[in-house]
């Protein structure tokens, strides 16, 4: 298939170098140039704006930060869901809030645009074990076929379109107060003496902590933090999950505190890699 994969961050790069080694062809675009030159080297084509990446494709896969980086190149006369191509359908795979995917969905050709976030790693996606959550018609589903089946291990059809980006916000929200939970361990552990190689042969084979928050076991005990899920792109997608909860009339009580203990961490300055850094706020 053709694909255009929009926005070459951590995650964005992956799925291109995915498409590119499946047999895909792949064009790509970032707003600051530079970052898809492995990429273009195995095959990839560098479009300069978001409106001529999607010309003749037959996916478009938008891969950013936020709700308004994902507006600001679909929306409008020269936005990437008015420069679609007829048959092509449009997979907005950034972790957004439902009113974006709607948004996204009236402002593009009916019935070919979908909320397709997925779960997974940037080592997860480009081995093709993500999982992807859809909302949207099933024909438009099925037109990309071959494209999930190749990128991903699979995906779930949640319901019509904003139910793949609940489901995305729900999943992070679980994510992110497991791994908190799990820092608030390790941290009285160390307080009482326990050393980390303890921690990591006790915990990292305890059915008391999740599989999500084993994988980020070392990060949270190694004080360096690696990962690719940095403290502002969690507490962004914290901060619409509660904003739904909220709007539900559901009275939240964990999500916002460890929305707090990643704002120390922000607001401390320090550059961690990913959020289990949210260990520094507790030490």
Request: charged residues 15%; glycine residues 10%.
């Amino acid at each position: 298939m053709r694909v255009a994969v929009l926005g070459m961050g951590n995650m964005g790069r992956a799925f291109a170098a995915r498409a590119l080694e499946r047999g895909h062809q792949v064009t790509v675009w970032n707003r600051s140039p530079g970052r898809a030159a492995e990429l273009v080297v195995n095959g990839a084509v560098e479009a300069q704006c978001p409106k001529t990446a999607v010309i003749d494709v037959d996916a478009v896969l938008v891969v950013l930060a936020d709700d308004a980086a994902v507006l600001d190149i679909c929306l409008g006369d020269d936005g990437v869901l008015a420069s679609l191509g007829p048959a092509a359908v449009f997979a907005n795979i950034s972790t957004v809030s439902p009113d974006t995917a709607r948004r996204l969905a009236e402002a593009g050709p009916d019935g070919r645009v979908l909320d397709s976030p997925v779960m997974g790693s940037p080592v997860q996606i480009a081995s093709g074990l993500g999982g992807f959550l859809i909302g949207g018609p099933l024909s438009a589903i099925s037109a990309l076929d071959p494209l999930w089946s190749d990128l991903g291990a699979g995906y779930t059809h949640c319901g019509p379109v904003g139910t793949g980006a609940t489901m995305k916000l729900v999943s992070n929200l679980l994510l992110i107060t497991g791994v908190v939970a799990l820092a608030e361990g390790i941290a009285t552990a160390r307080q009482h003496a326990i050393p980390d190689e303890l921690l990591r042969n006790v915990l990292a084979h305890s059915f008391v902590v999740s599989p999500a928050s084993k994988v980020r076991l070392e990060s949270l005990i190694d004080n360096t933090h690696p990962g690719w899920f940095s403290p502002t792109l969690a507490r962004k997608d914290l901060r619409l999950a509660i904003d739904l909860a909220e709007r539900a009339g559901i009275g939240v009580r964990i999500g916002p505190a460890a929305e707090a203990l990643l704002t120390t961490v922000i607001d401390a300055g320090g550059q961690w890699p990913d959020f289990a850094a949210v260990i520094e706020a507790l030490t």
